[in-house]
């Protein structure tokens, strides 16, 4: 797969130089597949230029979309969007929420539930497929002239976001990965995932796990990585967002990675597209521009949380996000408190509150651009229980 698959090109936009194609995925039950997509390469400022690059990978009811490879383009990256699910998507972006777009007849398998198709040989399972598209495409994307190939990222949204973690410890290409929404841990207790792995025989849904679950693969992923999620996300809980960040920050503690949490953020691909963390990571991995403030220490004892950061931009904000009861994370409430902020010293700190909870800080820069700690617990003492 790390080989260019054949092209097949469709047509090409002269307004934006973004390109309609289908190109060759691994076959199927016997039969060839292929992966419809659209990509575009800005114009070169030289002849012999080369620009950083960008996989886009959709989520559940979603597709290839042009718009999202023009976003990129405007900003400087070449891009890459593929459908992942047979669909071809000419002109109507519209339904971005939908699945309504038509089929065509080289797809592979169709996407059913939450690994659904366990049953199916590993070579016929939706996620097989869906992994090698995406492989294939960043393949497709280095073969192009005018590609920078040592600065080639991923990204992509809910069900994306699963497979760019997942990918983030599979292709050894990649320069950067950027999961929004979408972890690993989908087999826990507590969510949508978790009552699909539940449903399964013991023995299958463990063998799920070692094959699909992004937490088989992130502990060999040393790519930068940005994890971007709201607070109370409807599918992915802060719990096994959180334990996705750790496990990939604890095997590689110093490869600049981020989190980036967002009270109140919904889930969707207008929301997400919105947030410029995911751009202004990318640019400070491959274009040298400036970085997301960085986490140095997170001290919490005595009551107190005390956080030392650097940052290439004036910080302006430091708030904590204080849960006293976060057991339904739908529903969950995240109250906001201001911290004191140190600039001199680069250090934030404040007095936890007393009762039992769960919290995070958020640093925010001049540009808007949030970075946040991990989100830890305030356990209460023997004397807290005696009391209650």
Same mark, same amino acid.
């Given at each position: 797969?790390?080989?260019?698959?054949?092209?097949?090109?469709?047509?090409?936009?002269?307004?934006?130089?973004?390109?309609?194609?289908?190109?060759?995925?691994?076959?199927?039950?016997?039969?060839?597949?292929?992966?419809?997509?659209?990509? &575009?390469?800005?114009?070169?400022?030289?002849?012999?230029?080369?620009?950083?690059?960008?996989?886009?990978?959709?989520? &559940?009811?979603?597709?290839?979309?042009?718009?999202?490879?023009?976003?990129?383009?405007?900003?400087?990256?070449?891009?890459?969007?593929?459908?992942?699910?047979?669909?071809?998507?000419?002109?109507?972006?519209?339904?971005?929420?939908?699945?309504?777009?038509?089929?065509?007849?080289?797809?592979?398998?169709?996407?059913?539930?939450?690994?659904?198709?366990?049953?199916?040989?590993?070579?016929?399972?939706?996620?097989?497929?869906?992994?090698?598209?995406?492989?294939?495409?960043?393949?497709?994307?280095?073969?192009?002239? &005018?590609?920078?190939?040592?600065?080639?990222?991923?990204?992509?949204?809910?069900?994306?976001?699963?497979?760019?973690?997942?990918?983030?410890?599979?292709?050894?290409?990649?320069?950067?990965?950027?999961?929004?929404?979408?972890?690993?841990?989908?087999?826990?207790?507590?969510?949508?995932?978790?009552?699909?792995?539940?449903?399964?025989?013991?023995?299958?849904?463990?063998?799920?796990?070692?094959?699909?679950?992004?937490?088989?693969?992130?502990?060999?992923?040393?790519?930068?990585?940005?994890?971007?999620?709201?607070?109370?996300?409807?599918?992915?809980?802060?719990?096994?967002?959180?334990?996705?960040?750790?496990?990939?920050?604890?095997?590689?503690?110093?490869?600049?990675?981020?989190?980036?949490?967002?009270?109140?953020?919904?889930?969707?691909?207008?929301?997400?597209?919105?947030?410029?963390?995911?751009?202004?990571?990318?640019?400070?991995?491959?274009?040298?521009?400036?970085?997301?403030?960085?986490?140095?220490?997170?001290?919490?004892?005595?009551?107190?949380?005390?956080?030392?950061?650097?940052?290439?931009?004036?910080?302006?904000?430091?708030?904590?996000?204080?849960?006293?009861?976060?057991?339904?994370?739908?529903?969950?409430?995240?109250?906001?408190?201001?911290?004191?902020?140190?600039?001199?010293?680069?250090?934030?700190?404040?007095?936890?509150?007393?009762? &039992?909870?769960?919290?995070?800080?958020?640093?925010?820069?001049?540009?808007?651009?949030?970075?946040?700690?991990?989100?830890?617990?305030?356990?209460?003492?023997?004397?807290?229980?005696?009391?209650?």
């Amino acid at each position: 797969m790390f080989k260019a698959p054949r092209l097949y090109p469709v047509s090409e936009d002269q307004h934006t130089g973004v390109h309609a194609c289908f190109y060759e995925g691994v076959s199927y039950k016997g039969r060839a597949t292929r992966i419809f997509g659209y990509y &575009g390469i800005p114009r070169p400022v030289s002849p012999n230029e080369e620009v950083p690059a960008v996989i886009l990978v959709h989520g &559940g009811a979603g597709t290839a979309f042009s718009s999202w490879v023009k976003e990129w383009m405007a900003r400087g990256y070449a891009a890459i969007a593929m459908d992942l699910e047979g669909h071809v998507p000419f002109g109507d972006e519209e339904h971005t929420e939908r699945m309504e777009w038509p089929s065509h007849s080289w797809s592979g398998p169709e996407k059913q539930g939450v690994f659904a198709d366990y049953e199916q040989p590993v070579e016929d399972q939706w996620m097989y497929h869906a992994v090698a598209a995406v492989i294939l495409a960043h393949s497709l994307l280095r073969s192009f002239p &005018g590609v920078d190939k040592q600065s080639i990222g991923i990204t992509g949204i809910s069900w994306g976001g699963i497979i760019t973690s997942l990918v983030a410890g599979l292709d050894t290409r990649l320069s950067f990965a950027m999961p929004v929404y979408g972890c690993g841990y989908l087999h826990e207790p507590g969510s949508y995932y978790g009552l699909s792995f539940a449903s399964m025989p013991e023995a299958e849904a463990e063998r799920v796990r070692l094959l699909w679950d992004p937490s088989t693969f992130l502990s060999e992923s040393r790519l930068p990585m940005l994890w971007l999620n709201g607070s109370n996300d409807t599918h992915f809980p802060l719990t096994i967002f959180n334990k996705s960040f750790e496990q990939h920050l604890e095997c590689h503690p110093n490869n600049n990675s981020r989190l980036s949490l967002h009270p109140g953020l919904g889930h969707s691909y207008k929301e997400a597209w919105a947030c410029e963390e995911v751009f202004a990571f990318a640019d400070s991995i491959v274009k040298v521009k400036a970085a997301l403030i960085e986490i140095c220490e997170e001290k919490h004892e005595d009551g107190w949380f005390v956080v030392r950061y650097d940052s290439c931009l004036p910080v302006l904000e430091a708030n904590l996000y204080w849960c006293v009861d976060d057991r339904n994370w739908r529903t969950a409430r995240w109250e906001s408190i201001p911290a004191s902020l140190d600039t001199t010293n680069c250090k934030a700190l404040i007095r936890l509150p007393q009762h &039992g909870s769960s919290f995070f800080m958020n640093l925010r820069n001049e540009m808007g651009w949030i970075t946040s700690t991990r989100v830890m617990r305030n356990e209460r003492t023997a004397e807290d229980k005696i009391i209650e």
